[in-house]
Structures are given as C-alpha cells and as structure tokens.
C-alpha cells in the first residue's frame, strides 16, 4: 500500500499503485506519494534511474 497526500483537496490516505496517482477523491494529479520499491514495476522508468544512480555513485571518502 502506498501513501499519499493530495495538494488540490487535502486528502490523505492510502491506495493500491497501479502505476498513475490521481487523487481517488478530487481526481487531480497534483499528488504527493511514498511508495516501496517492492510496489513498482520491474521496467518502471524510478526504478531504472534509482538502479543507475546506486551503480555509477562513487564509494564513499573516508577523511
């Protein structure tokens, strides 16, 4: 279950990602949610750019 918040109405809540975030009660797109990265698609576009950046981020410095 992913969480999210609506910026047009307000509402909070939780719902099943399926892949778009519409607001299920105003409908707006305007939508802020938090999803685990169990609940994305193996080709969703996050998914992609998250494995990238974890593959080309350089180790750590120690000082």
Do not use: W
């Amino acid at each position: 279950m992913a969480r999210f918040r609506c910026r047009a109405c307000g509402e909070e809540s939780t719902f099943d990602y399926i892949g778009h975030h519409a607001c299920p009660k105003c409908g707006s797109d305007n939508v802020q949610f938090a999803l685990s990265i169990e609940e994305l698609a193996d080709d969703h576009p996050l998914l992609a750019a998250l494995t990238e950046l974890a593959e080309n981020d350089p180790p750590p410095v120690d000082d």
